[in-house]
């Protein structure tokens, strides 16, 4: 063998000859100069998300048993809705849950503020969206996610039960993703409650007629929805399912 032929242990590997590069991975890892286009690429992007999961699980996994709630971005302080939205928030506390909402502006703070002033544990899962936007101001413990996805799966696998607030398509998509988590049994025993009859009662109608009626969903699927306008109520329900859960 030529004992002037250049040679370079790499890792567990040994190069020798043409194949000895220009460079060691430490000095491409370190250098500055290269192209960036791989951190738009897929690899790296299970990467990121794989950190999503890993820093959404490390924040939440020791949080008491939660509730999560869900309501639209766009409803003023001053309206009748957001003072529901802070008089759950408020009986979910006192009752010990923690109160998880996606952090943004709307009844989703109001649920946060009810938490905050009745000394709870407030929690908001925020997601990046195009506009600039911060966490409300009343949560104690926040996440900001990149991805739908994963914050979605946060939503729900830390919480004991499900609420919706009056909202809009990311309401419904959250309320419909939940339900059908529980009509497949992929959670158990987990109460879906919506809150505001008035506003609610139109989608009952249709899920009962025109969802049942034509065989859309099973008649008994109509039961995994419980109504109520009374936040002690709501916190019944959750309890109860709870306790059958063996939760708390
Ligand atoms: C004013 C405005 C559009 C702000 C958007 N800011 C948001 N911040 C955090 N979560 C959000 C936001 N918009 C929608 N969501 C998600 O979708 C639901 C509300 O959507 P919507 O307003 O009902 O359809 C919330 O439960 C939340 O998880």
Redesign the pocket.
């Known amino acids: 063998m030529n004992s002037q032929m250049p040679e370079r242990r790499q890792g567990p590997s040994l190069v020798r000859g043409d194949l000895v590069p220009k460079s060691t991975y430490d000095q491409r890892l370190l250098d500055r100069k290269g192209p960036t286009g791989w951190l738009h690429e897929d690899p790296w992007r299970v990467l990121r998300i794989q950190s999503e999961f890993v820093e959404g699980f490390s924040v939440l996994a020791e949080l008491p048993t939660a509730v999560t709630?869900?309501?639209?971005?766009?409803v003023p302080p001053d309206s009748p809705d957001y003072e529901l939205g802070v008089r759950l928030g408020s009986a979910l506390a006192e009752a010990g849950f923690a109160v998880i909402?996606?952090?943004?502006?709307?009844?989703?703070e109001a649920a946060n503020k009810g938490a905050m002033e009745a000394g709870g544990i407030s929690v908001g899962?925020?997601?990046e969206?195009p506009?600039e936007?911060r966490l409300n101001d009343y949560i104690n413990l926040g996440v900001e996610f990149r991805y739908f996805f994963v914050?979605k799966t946060m939503?729900t696998k830390y919480a004991c039960g499900f609420i919706a607030l009056p909202?809009?398509?990311?309401?419904?998509?959250?309320l419909f993703e939940s339900l059908t988590l529980v009509q497949t049994h992929k959670v158990t025993s987990f109460p879906v409650i919506l809150m505001g009859s008035d506003f609610w009662g139109p989608l009952l109608d249709w899920v009962r007629g025109t969802l049942a009626e034509t065989g859309k969903i099973s008649p008994r699927d109509v039961d995994l929805l419980s109504v109520t306008d009374d936040p002690d109520e709501a916190v019944r329900i959750v309890v109860e399912a709870a306790r059958r859960n063996g939760d708390r």
């Open positions: 709630v869900f309501g639209s971005a766009r909402t996606g952090g943004g502006p709307g009844l989703m899962l925020g997601i969206l506009h936007q914050r939503f909202g809009g398509f990311g309401t419904l998509d959250e």
